[in-house]
């Protein structure tokens, strides 16, 4: 519902009070500061949710310093398109990196891969708000037709 401030207000709430809250509240938390252009705190939310993953922990905190928030979000997407070389990574979380890399084409080339690999995430593309800047683009278009869902 585009009410930014309130979910962040929500889901810091839940983090911090709640021990039991899934660890993916850091990424919805990550995609709405960087809507938000609070792009260093949406780092933070996403070192969150790759703690103890030491690889993408290493990339995330040396990336910024080097490449900066886009830079760094493409590296963290690089890093799980290797990955899908060898085991399963979610489709729409590498889209979603490299959207908020700035990269449209490889994010439109894994939600392709979503939908192929039917990741049960690409039921949600079409409301879920990191992919507002796909949305005029006619590969998502095709991609929502395709998928039955509303353009």
């Not at 040396?62 to 290797?82: C, K, P």
């Not at 994010?107 to 891969?113: G, R």
Request: glycine share 4%; with cysteine; hydrophobic share 45%.
């Amino acid at each position: 519902a585009d009410r930014h401030d309130e979910a962040i207000v929500q889901i810091r709430k839940a983090l911090r009070t709640s021990p039991g809250v899934p660890f993916f509240a850091h990424w919805m938390l990550s995609e709405i500061l960087f809507r938000k252009a609070m792009y260093e705190e949406s780092l933070a939310e996403m070192k969150a949710y790759y703690a103890g993953d030491r690889e993408m922990e290493e990339a995330l905190t040396q990336g910024y310093a080097q490449s900066g928030y886009r830079g760094v979000m493409r590296r963290a997407a690089d890093i799980l398109a290797a990955r899908a070389r060898k085991t399963h990574v979610v489709p729409c979380d590498v889209a979603s990196l490299y959207v908020m890399a700035g990269e449209k084409a490889q994010a439109l080339e894994w939600l392709e891969k979503g939908f192929e690999w039917r990741d049960p995430i690409m039921a949600y593309v079409d409301v879920s708000q990191i992919f507002d800047s796909l949305h005029n683009t006619p590969r998502f278009q095709d991609l929502l037709r395709r998928m039955n869902l509303p353009q």
